[in-house]
């Protein structure tokens, strides 16, 4: 399948960096300084300023330092953040493009030096607008101050060094590089503007908000603006234990993402934490459209759930287990009294979201024979970044085809009674580690001797092979198994590549699988099961298409910057010239 445009946008991220120490920084700048202190002493002897020693320090370096101490102070007294990495690191930026644009003018005649550091000082003044206004506040009148710190104090240096005329020249091609860059930013975020209705560089500015702090829930507004209200059907397993702790497997049609706390991505965590009974929430048919736009968007979910559970009848029967391969697909099938339960998973070949579409298919066809049909992708493979599975296509036809006769064989299997147990066991592992905060849970049941277990880690996909290495072991305690992840998204802070057996291998996690299995196992009781389908009402997420229609706008910006800078750039050149031809 060719990559869609939201694997794309995910790899947009290459992008991102993080910004080095600003110990670092402040020592190249003061370096730089140094250098064209000792190797531009020739140059610059013949213009007025060569009695003053360290030029290169009074030109270039103190007004980065400047700039350094200045700009974090001002951009939070307005409220935003910045840190002094970044702050650093852009100083170091435009002191270098202030370098290179200045002795420029050696390659014609030393005497343009002054007019060649004036457009320097107006470059770094725009530059300093367009990153500020990106990264920290999308209000360009309040980032003006903040980018005018560093080229303000290279003005009063270059007025020591040439003489008082210089500030009039500085402070017109600040006006003609300014107002470029302000023109340049508007036409950047025009695209977004008109598409979905919100400030691109605003959304970039909740984003790093987001990177520097987690917390930060900015994002969730933007989100929130572009999302629709959808109504999906999410199907529960309700388990009565006699005296034991209850125990609900559910299956909800919305995705945990799109990243960290933002939006739904910690889902799992939060429908476990809000109910007594030990919550199992696997990962249902639904792709990165059905992301939530907000954690409080979770408490609909919630509140469906708890209204699916009054009045049920509990069920003292089930069937045993079975598994069954059709195309790629391989599903894990069970029956609790009326209601059926389906597993499904491509490993070892890629598994990635199975459209809505697929699992409401699936359903449909099996609400022939069950009230409550629920559908999980067990999303335990990982290959790399890849689209998901849409309807119509030959994956597709493999999960209805494979559904389809796995609840054939449900229908007719012997009903008996049943035992389940459940454990829940954390793990030493973060976040960045590729594991959620719930850890591994595991449900056995047992139906006439066999026992299935039901294995969910809290992460997002597997690494290849990982699956298959686990499954060797536990299937030597069990009859059937299967190994699920949550796909909770906390997990990507930045890019979606970082699934469980990537930096912790099976060899070392793995015995705390089979401590909650064996934990499991102990825990076996008499239950009786009760299958419900909740009607999750008016819950706003990204929206069909959202994300394929962003990732296209957000490519076609990048394909137009590049040379609208570029003739932006040439233009402000062309009239520091005609400026100076005017002033002169």
Request: proline fraction near 4%; glycine fraction near 8%.
């Amino acid at each position: 399948m060719t990559q869609d445009s939201d694997v794309r946008l995910g790899q947009l991220t290459r992008f991102i960096f993080t910004a080095p120490s600003w110990k670092r920084s402040l020592f190249l700048i003061i370096i730089l300084g140094l250098l064209i202190d000792g190797a531009g002493v020739r140059a610059w002897v013949i213009l007025p300023f060569s009695a003053l020693p360290f030029s290169g320090t009074l030109a270039f370096t103190i007004p980065a330092l400047v700039a350094f101490i200045l700009t974090k102070p001002l951009i939070e007294y307005n409220g935003k953040t910045m840190t002094w990495n970044r702050s650093a690191l852009l100083a170091l930026s435009s002191t270098v493009f202030g370098v290179i644009i200045t002795f420029v003018a050696l390659a014609s005649s030393v005497k343009l030096i002054p007019l060649f550091y004036a457009i320097s000082l107006g470059f770094v003044f725009g530059l300093r607008l367009f990153v500020l206004v990106a990264i920290a506040d999308y209000r360009v009148p309040r980032m003006l101050v903040p980018a005018l710190t560093q080229s303000s104090a290279g003005i009063l240096a270059g007025m020591l060094l040439f003489s008082p005329s210089f500030g009039i020249l500085a402070l017109v091609l600040h006006f003609v590089f300014g107002l470029g860059f302000a023109i340049l930013i508007w036409m950047i975020e025009r695209p977004l503007r008109r598409a979905f209705k919100i400030r691109g560089l605003a959304f970039i500015n909740a984003f790093i908000a987001h990177m520097t702090d987690g917390s930060s829930k900015g994002m969730e507004n933007f989100f929130r603006e572009i999302g629709e209200e959808i109504f999906v059907p999410q199907v529960s397993f309700f388990f009565h234990r006699g005296d034991k702790n209850p125990i609900i497997f559910t299956v909800p049609n919305l995705h945990p993402g799109p990243m960290g706390e933002i939006g739904g991505g910690n889902l799992p965590k939060v429908l476990h934490d809000n109910f007594e009974d030990e919550t199992l929430v696997a990962h249902g048919c639904a792709t990165h459209d059905f992301n939530l736009v907000s954690e409080t968007e979770i408490n609909k979910v919630i509140d469906a759930m708890q209204k699916s559970r009054r009045g049920i009848s509990y069920s003292s029967v089930a069937g045993r287990s079975g598994q069954l391969t059709h195309g790629s697909v391989q599903v894990l099938y069970q029956r609790f009294g009326d209601s059926v339960l389906l597993v499904t998973s491509r490993s070892p070949l890629r598994t990635e979201d199975v459209d809505f579409s697929i699992g409401m298919t699936i359903m449909a066809e099996g609400h022939r024979w069950f009230p409550h049909v629920a559908v999980v992708d067990a999303h335990n493979c990982m290959t790399d970044l890849s689209s998901p599975v849409l309807l119509a296509t030959l994956t597709a036809t493999e999960y209805q085809y494979a559904s389809l006769e796995a609840m054939d064989r449900c229908r007719t299997t012997p009903l008996d009674s049943f035992r389940t147990g459940v454990a829940h066991v954390s793990l030493p592992y973060s976040r960045e580690q590729g594991f959620g905060d719930l850890g591994v849970q595991v449900l056995v049941v047992e139906v006439d001797g066999q026992r299935t277990s039901y294995i969910l880690i809290d992460g997002n996909n597997m690494a290849e092979g990982v699956r298959e290495e686990m499954l060797g072991q536990i299937l030597t305690i069990v009859d059937h198994a299967e190994v699920m992840t949550t796909d909770s998204h906390v997990v990507n802070t930045i890019t979606g590549k970082n699934p469980v057996g990537m930096h912790v291998p099976v060899s070392e996690f793995g015995s705390y699988v089979i401590q909650a299995l064996q934990a499991a196992i102990d825990d076996l009781t008499p239950s009786e099961v009760a299958g419900s389908t909740a009607h999750c009402e008016r819950v706003v997420v990204f929206g069909s298409n959202r994300i394929s229609q962003l990732a296209s706008t957000v490519n076609a910006m990048l394909v137009f910057v590049a040379p609208l800078s570029l003739a932006m750039l040439l233009l402000a050149f062309l009239l520091s010239l005609v400026a100076y031809i005017i002033i002169i």
